[in-house]
């Protein structure tokens, strides 16, 4: 498997130290006051979603897998990303499903698709940001006509 540097460097930022500050930072800070988009709000969005087969591209830590309600019944998940830290992290973190680990580079077979989830999650945190922002100005003109 040949690997770009472009893609080497977009997996090679997620180290041991930096998934150990990860939820805090990116999680916790980043996505409510960057995004605009709280972890809460995807959680809520990730349950909407999950199915006890899941695939989870990308894993990060493991957060959302920790954190979901996964339907009744057996568990089947598998964890592929290119990181083996991330790997690691996110397995142990939800061994109590006994998750298979792929390492792979998902652009390799797949990089349409990465991107338009990628796309949409972004067009989500927009939505929201938006949905958000509108509902501020509304309250403030509501507040002017009182
Ligand atoms: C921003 S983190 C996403 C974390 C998780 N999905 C979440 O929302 O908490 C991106 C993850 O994608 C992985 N990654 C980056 N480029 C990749 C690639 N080309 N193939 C597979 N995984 C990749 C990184 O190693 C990292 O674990």
């Known amino acids: 498997m040949e ?20 939820d805090l ?7 409510k ?3 605009k988009c709280p972890t809460s709000h995807l959680l809520k969005h ?18 959302f897998l920790d954190h979901c309600q996964f339907p009744t019944g057996k568990t089947r998940i ?3 990303d290119l990181n083996q830290n991330s790997l690691d992290q996110a397995a142990k973190r939800i ?4 998750p298979t680990q792929y390492q792979y580079n998902v652009l390799d077979k797949l990089d349409r698709s990465y991107w338009i989830i990628w796309i949409t999650y972004c067009q ?7 949905r958000r922002y509108c509902r501020k100005i509304l ?5 002017q006509c009182a």
Request: proline share 1%.
């Open 3 to 22: 690997i770009s540097k472009e893609i080497e460097a977009g997996q090679a930022i997620y180290s041991k130290p930096v998934l150990s500050i990860y």
């Open 25 to 31: 930072w990116v999680l916790g800070i980043s996505n």
């Open 33 to 35: 006051y960057i995004w």
């Open 46 to 63: 990730f349950n909407q979603h999950i199915t006890s087969n899941h695939l989870d591209v990308g894993v990060g830590t493991g957060y």
């Open 78 to 80: 598998g964890l592929l």
């Open 95 to 98: 061994e109590r499903y006994q």
């Open 124 to 130: 989500k945190a927009a939505r929201y940001s938006a």
């Open 139 to 143: 309250k403030k003109a509501a507040s």
